[in-house]
């Protein structure tokens, strides 16, 4: 048996000692290793948890290692920019009395207008919502007329009118630069609708309300606001 170990040993040669690449390497893989074991013993055995982990790890390693066996850095991921989901376009049907605009979400109308308020809607009915939410017990609110139908109604249109005659001008709320005018733009207690708010100095303010779900960003309701245009005649409402 020595005899043979002998042989092995001469035909082998002497160990080299591994280059500081080598040990690097290695020291890396180590390490990755353990953090993955570590990860996976924190995931608390779920399925889902571990495949995350897993895969997290292995996208996020990086190594200043070389060598065949070193790991290989992940690259960057691409980023892109989401397009809102409508445009803004300019108006060109026939302006109303009380509110005039510049601009219009893509596909959408001036449903009904007067001294007091300017509503719009889309004209694809299939846009309009049929959620109505629930009434206090719990139950599906059924409106006797569709809100599309309505034009008192605000329910997934665009409101234009003047701050009602019972109204303080706002304080709080997020405040934005419409065009060169002071503007809050503030969230509706409730739900995730919109309000902004056009401040004019000692006259009463344009608010604007943007329902919930229409696919505006903030940025495209300032800008809509900012062509938005209080006409001679223009009343304010109460309540």
């Known amino acids: 048996m020595n005899a043979l170990r002998d042989s092995?040993?001469?035909?082998?040669?002497?160990?080299?000692?591994?280059?500081?690449?080598?040990?690097?390497?290695?020291?890396?893989?180590?390490?990755?290793?353990?953090?993955?074991?570590?990860?996976?013993?924190?995931?608390?055995?779920?399925?889902?948890?571990?495949?995350?982990?897993?895969?997290?790890?292995?996208?996020?390693?990086?190594?200043?290692?070389?060598g065949p066996n070193?790991?290989?850095?992940?690259?960057?991921?691409?980023?892109?920019?989401?397009a809102p989901a409508v445009k803004l376009v300019a108006y060109k049907g026939k302006q109303p009395e009380g509110f005039t605009v510049d601009k219009v979400p893509d596909g959408w109308f001036i449903q009904t207008s007067d001294t007091?308020?300017?509503?719009?809607?889309?004209?694809?009915?299939?846009?309009?919502?049929?959620?109505?939410?629930?009434?206090?017990?719990?139950?599906?609110?059924?409106?006797?007329?569709d809100p599309y139908d309505d034009p008192t109604s605000f329910i997934g249109?665009?409101?234009?009118?003047?701050?009602?005659?019972?109204?303080?001008?706002?304080?709080?709320?997020?405040?934005?630069?419409?065009?060169?005018?002071?503007?809050?733009?503030?969230?509706?207690?409730?739900?995730d609708s919109k309000t902004l708010w056009v401040l004019r100095g000692d006259k009463p303010a344009v608010t604007i309300q943007f329902w919930e779900g229409i696919g505006l960003t903030e940025a495209q309701m300032i800008e809509f606001g900012a062509g938005v245009h209080v006409e001679k005649g223009a009343v304010q409402g109460a309540g």
Do not use: C, H, Y
């Open 116 to 145: 007091s308020s300017l509503l719009l809607a889309p004209k694809d009915r299939s846009k309009a919502p049929t959620d109505f939410g629930k009434d206090p017990w719990g139950n599906p609110i059924k409106p006797s007329v």
């Open 157 to 191: 249109k665009i409101g234009v009118f003047l701050q009602s005659k019972d109204a303080s001008s706002p304080t709080d709320g997020k405040k934005v630069d419409v065009a060169g005018t002071e503007g809050f733009l503030q969230n509706m207690e409730g739900d």
């Open 8 to 66: 092995l040993d001469t035909i082998a040669g002497s160990p080299a000692a591994p280059s500081e690449t080598q040990l690097g390497a290695d020291l890396v893989r180590g390490k990755q290793a353990l953090r993955r074991r570590r990860a996976l013993q924190a995931a608390g055995g779920s399925a889902f948890a571990v495949a995350a982990v897993v895969a997290a790890v292995s996208l996020t390693t990086t190594t200043t290692g070389s």
């Open 70 to 82: 070193a790991p290989v850095a992940a690259p960057p991921a691409a980023t892109s920019t989401q």
